[in-house]
């Protein structure tokens, strides 16, 4: 069990952009007032990261009310320029929306990040996180970030192959993944995946 890494994914709590359908990648949005968050044990996670924007920190505050946090705004969710805000009703008329929910991979939002782009920061910013654990003793972290960051890094590191679109995780839920310290680098796929056990914990 020492020579275990484990880092839990927890993806935001919802808010009412999200129940309303919209593309809120940078749209700095509050958690809506019923959002539910899992019940976890502060003591198992030695390191907290966070997305910068209020509803990742909002939920982090929830679920790690007396641990120091660390904001990195490199775990934010993509961000979709002149599409924030905007829902499919308002843009399933638009020719390059219509392109890009075609090929998302390599058609961009108009004044947003490409999916490269989007890539490369998640990249960085879990880099950092594997270096900072590496060099400590501390066994277990956790980064509360949006559901296309964790996505990403699924298809990363799960030990199941699967594409970006065919992981699915609810708000306010998490997932952890746990590798060898001693076999852990940035590109190792961890040994096992698992959910967060979910006891609906209510906002407020």
């Known amino acids: 069990m020492d020579d275990r890494v484990v880092i839990t994914l927890f993806r935001h709590g919802v808010t009412e952009d999200n129940r309303r359908g919209a593309y809120i990648g940078w749209t700095n949005s509050h958690l809506s007032e019923e959002a539910t968050f899992p019940e976890v044990d502060e003591d198992d996670y030695d390191l907290i990261w966070m997305s910068d924007l209020n509803r990742c920190t909002e939920t982090a505050e929830h679920l790690f ?20 805000g905007k829902t499919y009703a308002d843009l399933e008329h638009d020719d390059h929306y219509r392109s890009w929910i075609s ?11 490409s999916f490269k782009e989007f890539g490369g920061r998640v990249d960085k910013a879990f880099d950092s996180v ?31 192959h699967r594409s970006f679109w065919e992981w699915h995780v ?14 852990w680098r940035s590109d190792a796929r961890c040994i096992s995946l698992r959910e967060v056990p979910i006891t609906a914990k209510p906002n407020g």
């Not at 949006?146 to 799960?158: E, S």
């Not at 609810?170 to 076999?183: A, D, F, I, M, N």
């Open 170 to 183: 609810q708000h306010g839920t998490g997932v952890s993944l746990e590798w060898k310290r001693s076999e």
């Open 65 to 84: 009310p007396s641990k120091e946090k660390m904001k990195n705004d490199a775990f934010r969710e993509m961000h979709f320029g002149e599409w924030e």
């Open 103 to 113: 090929d998302p991979l390599t058609v961009s939002p108009p004044g947003g990040e």
């Open 130 to 160: 594997i270096d900072q654990v590496k060099q400590t003793p501390n066994r277990s972290a956790a980064i509360v970030t949006h559901g296309g960051v964790i996505r990403y890094l699924l298809t990363k590191y799960a030990p199941t």
